[in-house]
């Protein structure tokens, strides 16, 4: 069962973050629920998370880079929730209502960091860490581009349809995108 929504920071405790990387992280959550992901400068940053700037270059290229690691935690963290990684295969469906469910808890902090321009992002992250998910699970399919194809398709849709959707129970929908996805069968060797 997917767990409860917890705050901006303490959802990042298991990275093992540095005190000096807490209050980097701490900071931009609170400026990025403000500003524009591009409107947010190292120097303010640095400034109101009283660290220098070498210890932010020390940890990150740029606010670029920040961001991305933050935002593939989600989804890694999203994934590596799920019990039973073989039901991509076996279980399409269910894969993708519990891919979806795992997602709900963790809106506040999706929307703080996959806002404005980086919208875009959401959906190629997800893609991103179930694809790894998977070529865990099947490496032989790595590189494959049926498989790769066909995941691609598939995570896409749901999400855009999940996402497209929001004005209608919640958990109907997923309900029925696990439909949809069930009728889909990935056409893999098992």
Do not use: W
């Not at 807490?22 to 500003?35: A, E, P, Q, S």
């Amino acid at each position: 069962m997917p767990g409860k929504q917890i705050a901006d920071i303490d959802y990042f405790r298991e990275m093992k973050l540095t005190k000096s990387q807490r209050r980097i992280v701490d900071t931009f959550l609170k400026m990025r629920r403000k500003k524009a992901l591009e409107d947010i400068k190292v120097v303010e940053l640095c400034e109101i998370a009283d660290v220098n700037k070498s210890t932010f270059y020390s940890y990150y290229h740029d606010i670029y880079d920040l961001s991305d690691r933050l935002q593939m935690e989600v989804f890694k963290r999203i994934i590596s929730e799920l019990d039973h990684p073989d039901s991509i295969i076996n279980e399409p469906g269910r894969f993708t209502v519990d891919v979806l469910n795992y997602c709900k808890p963790d809106v506040g902090i999706m929307r703080t960091l996959f806002s404005g321009s980086q919208s875009y992002k959401l959906p190629m992250k997800m893609e991103e860490a179930i694809k790894e998910r998977f070529y865990q699970y099947k490496p032989e399919h790595k590189g494959d581009m049926k498989h790769a194809v066909m995941l691609s398709y598939k995570i896409y849709g749901a999400f855009f349809a999940f996402q497209n959707n929001m004005n209608f129970n919640q958990d109907d929908v997923i309900r029925y995108i696990g439909e949809l996805s069930s009728s889909f069968a990935l056409h893999i060797e098992k």
